[in-house]
């Protein structure tokens, strides 16, 4: 079983529209949480930290289950540059090292 | 404040060739990384340098990848030989700590026909 699953998509919506997608992680000892960004042949960019609390930033909002291990990204309002694979990220507790999802891709068109 | 910088941006070889990638962290990010993130995945760690010693290579294939970063700066990492399966991006990224927040370089992009 791989460490964190997304859905690759793509979603494909038009601008205005709502999107969300979720992603599941293996470890359930995991302390820290990601969305990161990442542009057609461009570099990874942290978009925003999962809380447990759950977290806005702008249009996005960022939910983390722990019980059932999934983390979800919802986006508002979408935007013609909102297009782009979202990564879902997930820090181990012990060697902080960063498990990457494979992304969801994010298609808005006009 | 400049990036992470990575040169070169593409390479194009042919298996059994070695080819070797550069990376110039942020200024002052005591911690290094490179990751291979291969078409339709998410990046994977390869190697992570705390200054100039290695804090994890775990996921490093040994036999034919190898890095370094003696002055606890800059940083190459090597493939030699390349195999097809080596055809990916490599991606550099520092943070100032070894929890901290860190930064992508532009990658690599390396084609092994």
């Known amino acids: 079983r791989k460490e964190v699953e997304q859905d690759p998509g793509p979603f494909n919506v038009p601008e205005g529209a709502t999107v969300a997608f979720n992603c599941t992680y293996s470890n359930s000892a995991s302390q820290s949480f990601f969305w990161y960004r990442q542009d057609c042949r461009k570099e990874p960019k942290l978009l925003m930290s999962?809380?447990?609390s759950g977290n806005e930033d702008g249009r996005f909002t960022a939910q983390l289950n722990r019980a059932s291990q999934y983390i979800s990204l919802l986006i508002r309002d979408s935007k013609l540059s909102d297009s782009a694979t979202y990564l879902c990220v997930v820090k181990g507790s012990n060697d902080y090292k960063l498990s990457f999802g494979a992304g969801t891709t994010v298609t808005v068109r006009a | 404040e400049a990036g992470v910088a990575q040169s070169p941006r593409y390479k194009i070889i042919e298996k059994r060739q070695s080819v070797a990638f550069w990376c110039n962290p942020i200024?002052?990010?005591?911690?290094l990384y490179w990751y291979q993130q291969i078409l339709g995945q998410g990046p994977k760690l390869l190697i992570q340098f705390q200054n100039n010693g290695v804090v994890d290579d775990s996921q490093l294939p040994k036999d034919r990848f190898s890095a370094e970063r003696l002055k606890g700066v800059d940083s190459t990492l090597k493939i030699q030989p390349a195999k097809l399966e080596d055809s990916a991006v490599y991606l550099c990224?520092?943070?100032?700590?070894?929890?901290?927040?860190?930064?992508f370089g532009p990658g690599t992009r390396l084609t092994v026909l």
């Open positions: 990224a520092s943070s100032r700590e070894t929890n901290g927040e860190q930064f």
């Open positions: 200024s002052g990010h005591a911690t």
């Open positions: 999962v809380y447990s």
